[in-house]
């Protein structure tokens, strides 16, 4: 059991495998299938009448091929397996995987019929699947080999140059006839389950990493609260909402008082224990539709919808209250003060005010705040600052990116790849009637095909008149229907009504039209197999699970019902095609155009919607995971992420044995920059301190945003003297950068730096080398600033 829950659990995060481990999936399903078909061999020559069901005298040389491709496949894997710990992304591994599992598939489906069912499912469902857990360019190889490979074997079918479904004969009774259907289901039911599974399960991992990642990008590591980024995106939202609606917005910036001497009087980790704290007691303190993001260092933004001044004065005023009531002790037992300054504006007079200028003029209430005693509110005007001609931003940056010099045809495709890829945030009706409109376009298209194939001489013999008018007909009337559908869904869209059982109604209708289109050409027939995998998987895509498995269920029982009846002769199989006696396994031009015809479609939507769909979650979960890790207002790796590398870089330096140094800078009087030139200008302080740093550094080395005005420098394999030279070199170029305030004046920038190396004691974690850092960065500052102090920590003692 235990084991059981391993694999489970690993089966879970399939996405996190690498490039290789991911590879081995479809060689080891290869390998299994090829298992299944070498049991099936088996069971068909223990049967007395075995010549009457297949061509036995081919069982048993595709025995010893099939037994081939097992020992290739198993090869493979423990190539794979060895391979997953030198070259773990190893891309040409990931074509010779994909190409196997292509090549021996489609040569599966040739022995019991290139136009099969189990042709179908595979050629269908295989790239979906792949798109799933290998790389987009591998698939697209891998897809095209592989259709061109059972596109060659159909062809050289009806030329007669090799037999078709050379394993199996055609059903002549009954008997054979359960035999013949019996099979296909065999051989296409493991693809089924597998292909549907493996969507279903990596689909809804993908999900939850998505929303984890996500939530990891808009939250503050220390504190819980939105981030700079996002409580910014919520800030341009709600007054986006404001200007619309009309309820006035209440925005206050907030500012711990004294809070750099808290970090030099009692450490660093009380400074952040009084960050955690007052955002727990603002969270408290807000209501329920209000929003609390860490805006900087120590200052916090407050979103208060749909509050006039004198609702917030009231809000704000107890938040400052709490604070001051905070109760917090260092280490030592000694009390820390806290208290903080608040800066309060509103849009009620001025609602088409933008969100930069609410918070320049909360700034600026703040900065009177904080010049008038600390502790305590001050509310700004907005009218005045707007009036005096600052412009509100009222675009966000999507709407300024320019598109131009694109060619018009070239501009209305990219539309169209964009709005593919973008249908995961359609609404629940528009993606209705996308699958809507999708079964319309098949409709129109069997409609066209059996009005020409009536009055085209070559293919009169081939074709059942009568029931091509009655497919005519037929399809005539479910387009109307499909229109009506259509409008109905785009009513209750325009009008913003969601039809819960619309899903139940869209996931059905494709389904049982998709079968019942294929019936026509053979319920076994590729088409039916296409459908069978590409609707649960596009699906799985679109809509809920409990939709999408009733209607895979629905058509997986129609299909299954019908070939039975056929094979009983309830039903005649493949009634659009004429000729004497059943249909089962013919093959001619006709029949290969027509089942094309009938498969391309829909193999060709699947396919390209898991292109788009697959490539934008990649693409999306990528700048999503970049902005987890990234520090939104200098682009440098954020709290979270550096603090990960120094943990990794401790462990690494401990195995391997060359020294680690970590520096934490902080530059000198941020506090007094911000108070006399205000925010934006210790936001480009920020910004150019970052690159600066970056600039410095060697490629090995990382910088990262520790706190406010802090950073974190990690230093790999670096002795202490080397260490010191590199910190020298930024403090130089730190204090030669050139900042300038909003007035045009210099803004002289400098900073401290501790430094620590664990040279001579690889055993120290990473807690303590930042302690030690921290208690350098103290001295540093103690001795006059702009200066760097190194440190180094204990020897490890002889018994460790």
Same mark, same amino acid.
């Given at each position: ?17 690498? !490039? ?49 491709? $097992? ?30 599992? !292509?090549?021996?598939?489609? @040569? ?8 099969? &069912? ?18 987009? #360019? ?16 159909? &062809? ?9 479904? +050379? ?60 981030? #700079? ?26 500012? &711990?008082?004294?809070?750099?001497? /808290? ?34 260092? %120590? %200052? ?43 800066? &309060?504006? =509103? ?53 300024? /990116? ?5 060619? !018009? ?27 809507? =409109? ?9 409609? /066209? ?51 819960? @059982? ?162 934490? $800078? ?13 925010? +934006? ?29 802090? *950073? ?40 401290? *730096? ?29 001795? !006059?600033?702009? #200066?760097?102090?190194?440190? #180094? ?8």
């Amino acid at each position: 059991m235990q084991k059981l829950d391993a694999w489970r659990r690993k089966l879970a995060t399939i996405q996190e495998w690498s !490039g290789v481990e991911r590879a081995i999936i479809p060689i080891v399903l290869t390998g299994l299938i090829y298992l299944q078909y070498f049991c099936w061999g088996l069971f068909v020559l223990s049967l007395d009448d075995s010549d009457r069901f297949t061509h036995s005298a081919l069982l048993w040389p595709q025995a010893m091929v099939l037994l081939a491709i $097992m020992i290739a496949a198993a090869a493979l894997c423990l190539l794979g397996m060895r391979l997953r710990r030198t070259q773990p992304e190893a891309i040409w591994f990931q074509h010779l995987s994909a190409n196997f599992y !292509g090549v021996c598939l489609v @040569w599966g489906g040739y022995l019991v019929g290139s136009l099969s &069912l189990p042709a179908g499912i595979v050629l269908a469902g295989a790239p979906i699947m792949g798109f799933l857990i290998l790389d987009r #360019r591998v698939m697209l190889v891998a897809i095209t080999v592989a259709f061109l490979n059972i596109l060659l074997f159909n &062809l050289a079918a009806v030329g007669e140059w090799l037999p078709y479904a +050379p394993l199996l004969r055609s059903p002549v009774d009954t008997g054979s006839a359960l035999f013949w259907v019996s099979s296909h289901l065999f051989f296409a039911m493991p693809h089924l389950l597998v292909n549907t599974a493996i969507c279903a399960v990596v689909l809804a991992q993908w999900r939850r990493r998505e929303a984890q990642v996500l939530a990891l990008s808009l939250t503050d590591v220390l504190t819980g609260v939105h981030n #700079r980024r996002s409580i910014l995106a919520l800030l341009e939202s709600e007054v986006a909402r404001s200007r619309r609606h009309g309820p006035p917005l209440a925005v206050a910036l907030l500012d &711990l008082d004294h809070f750099k001497r /808290i970090n030099d009087s009692f450490g660093h980790p009380a400074g952040d224990a009084v960050l955690q704290a007052a955002a727990r007691e603002l969270g408290a303190t807000l209501r329920q539709n209000d929003a609390l993001g860490r805006f900087g260092g %120590e %200052e916090f933004l407050l979103l208060l919808p749909q509050t006039t001044p004198a609702e917030a004065a009231v809000v704000v005023e107890r938040c400052r209250a709490r604070l001051a009531a905070l109760d917090l002790r260092s280490d030592q037992g000694q009390p820390i003060p806290v208290s903080a300054s608040f800066g &309060l504006v =509103c849009n009620d007079t001025v609602p088409d005010v933008s969100g930069e200028l609410l918070i320049h003029a909360a700034d600026m209430a703040l900065y009177q705040a904080k010049h008038s005693g600390r502790n305590r509110v001050v509310q700004g005007d907005v009218a005045a600052l707007f009036a005096a001609g600052t412009a509100p931003l009222t675009h966000t940056l999507a709407g300024v /990116i320019a598109t131009g010099g694109e060619h !018009g045809w070239w501009k209305r495709w990219r539309g169209w790849q964009q709005m593919a890829a973008g249908v995961l945030e359609w609404t629940l009706m528009a993606r209705v009637a996308l699958v809507l =409109c999708l079964v319309l376009t098949m409709q129109v298209g069997v409609l /066209i095909y059996a009005l020409v194939v009536q009055w085209l001489p070559a293919a009169a013999a081939q074709v059942d008149a009568e029931f091509a008018r009655g497919l005519a007909w037929a399809q005539l009337a479910q387009c109307v229907l499909s229109l009506l559908l259509i409008g109905l869904v785009l009513r209750y869209r325009r009008r913003g009504v969601k039809v819960a @059982w619309f899903d139940y109604l869209a996931t059905q209708y494709f389904s049982l039209s998709m079968v019942a289109m294929g019936y026509g050409v053979g319920v076994f027939c590729m088409s039916s197999g296409a459908v069978l995998t590409v609707g649960p998987m596009v699906g799985f895509i679109l809509f809920r699970r409990a939709p999408v498995v009733a209607a895979a269920v629905s058509a997986l029982a129609t299909i299954v019902a019908l070939a039975y009846a056929c094979a009983l002769g309830w039903l005649p199989y493949a009634p659009l095609i004429s000729v004497q006696g059943p249909a089962w396994q013919l093959m001619s031009p006709l029949w290969l155009t027509t089942t094309y015809l009938f498969f391309v479609p829909v193999m060709v939507i699947g396919v390209a919607l898991a292109d788009q769909i697959f490539g934008r979650w990649r693409e999306r979960e990528t700048q999503v995971r970049a902005m987890s890790l990234t520090d939104a207002l200098t682009g440098v790796h954020n709290r979270r992420s550096v603090l990960g590398l120094l943990d990794r870089e401790v462990a690494r330096t401990f195995r391997l044995g060359p020294p680690l140094a970590v520096v934490i $800078m902080d530059l000198d009087h941020f506090k007094k920059i911000n108070d006399t030139w205000g925010h +934006p200008t210790g936001d480009r302080v920020l910004q150019q301190a970052a690159r600066v740093i970056a600039g410095s550094l060697r490629g090995s080395d990382t910088v990262g945003r520790f706190g406010g005005e802090e *950073f974190l420098l990690l230093l790999a394999d670096t002795s202490m003297e080397g260490a010191v030279a590199l910190a020298e070199r930024c403090r130089a170029q730190l204090a030669a950068a050139v900042v300038t305030a909003d007035d045009g004046g210099p803004v002289a920038v400098s900073a401290s *730096f501790g430094l620590v190396s664990n040279e001579g004691n690889f055993t120290v974690d990473g807690e303590a080398l930042i302690k030690a850092a921290d208690e350098a960065l103290y001295r540093a500052k103690q001795d !006059g600033r702009n #200066r760097v102090v190194a440190v #180094r920590v204990p020897a490890a003692s002889a018994s460790s």
